[in-house]
């Protein structure tokens, strides 16, 4: 299955992110970054499906929680970052 991983800068960024998408019923799974797309010291991420980005995106926007990067994560479990 493929999945989006928002990165967000800080756990406490992530826990709100990962609170505003359940709110509007996408599931969201907070996670570690894994190391090779956390770059420098540890980050935090946001796990969705790939049907719900659109629509997280766009909440996330309305609420001013923009994404600091978003990859996807392929059924093969490699990383691409997607543009934004």
């Avoid at 999945?3 to 019923?25: D, F, H, K, P």
């Avoid at 980050?43 to 996330?60: P, Q």
Wanted: net charge positive.
């Amino acid at each position: 299955m493929v999945y989006y991983l928002i990165v967000c800068r800080s756990l406490t960024y992530a826990q709100r992110t990962a609170a505003v998408l359940e709110r509007v019923g996408i599931a969201a799974r907070l996670m570690r970054s894994p190391r090779i797309i956390a770059g420098e010291g540890c980050g935090y991420s946001v796990k969705i499906a790939e049907r719900n980005l659109a629509l997280a995106l766009t909440t996330l926007a309305r609420q001013g929680l923009s994404p600091k990067r978003v990859f996807l994560q392929n059924g093969d479990g490699s990383y691409r970052e997607v543009g934004l």
